[in-house]
């Protein structure tokens, strides 16, 4: 395969990658296009390799920054729900006899969408988080990495405290989940840039 072949080859796998993303933020298509949206990516990084050959073109190299660009904040953030849904599957539910009836409505939920009311414009935060990682990676700066997690846990840290006062509503754990899983997504997509140009 040359080396403009594979470029060409990475280029839709990501594009149709990023399309599969964006299908997958409507809820009820999460579960089908967010792991298409894997499977993309993880066969964008199998035909990816660091080429011998000459450089691609700087339009080429544009587009294809662009379109992992696109895959990383389109498909992240399914991705990391989908994530959340697996983790609130296994976790155990509380029994309602454990809890004394007037306590019920004081609680906030143990899932996603008790720590989503904790930690408001999470999907924004994540898509710039994302954007601004493959950003940070792409331009040859990886210690931009440290400065966009410090800066998010920064940001959260009130809301997080303020939650974990709380009775177990478990918004530390998603934030820890929810950043790991989206800076992978991220570094991931920046990766297969890194790869093939």
């Known amino acids: 395969m040359t080396p403009t072949d594979q470029a060409t080859l990475v280029m839709v796998l990501l594009g149709f990658g990023a399309l599969a993303g964006v299908a997958a933020w409507a809820r009820s298509a999460r579960r089908v296009w967010a792991p298409v949206a894997v499977l993309l990516l993880a066969a964008a990084l199998v035909v990816a390799s660091p080429r011998s050959a000459e450089a691609a073109s700087g339009a080429a190299t544009a587009l294809l920054v662009a379109v992992a660009g696109a895959l990383a904040v389109a498909g992240g953030g399914p991705v990391t729900s989908l994530v959340f849904e697996l983790v609130d599957r296994r976790e155990p539910v509380d029994h309602p006899l454990d809890h004394p009836a007037d306590h019920l409505a004081d609680r906030v939920p143990h899932d996603l969408a008790g720590a989503g009311r904790v930690l408001r ?5 994540g898509a710039l988080e994302r954007l601004a990682v493959v950003g940070t990676l792409l331009a040859g700066w990886p210690e931009g990495l440290a400065v966009v997690l410090a800066v998010k846990g920064l940001g959260r840290y009130p809301e997080l405290r ?4 709380g009775p177990r509503s478990g918004a530390a754990e998603r934030f820890i989940i929810g950043t790991f899983t989206s800076v992978l997504w991220a570094c991931a997509c920046a990766a297969v840039v890194v790869l093939v140009r």
């Not at 414009?121 to 935060?125: K, L, R």
């Not at 303020?162 to 006062?165: G, T, Y």
């Open 162 to 165: 303020a939650a974990e006062d």
């Open 121 to 125: 414009g999470g999907a924004w935060i």
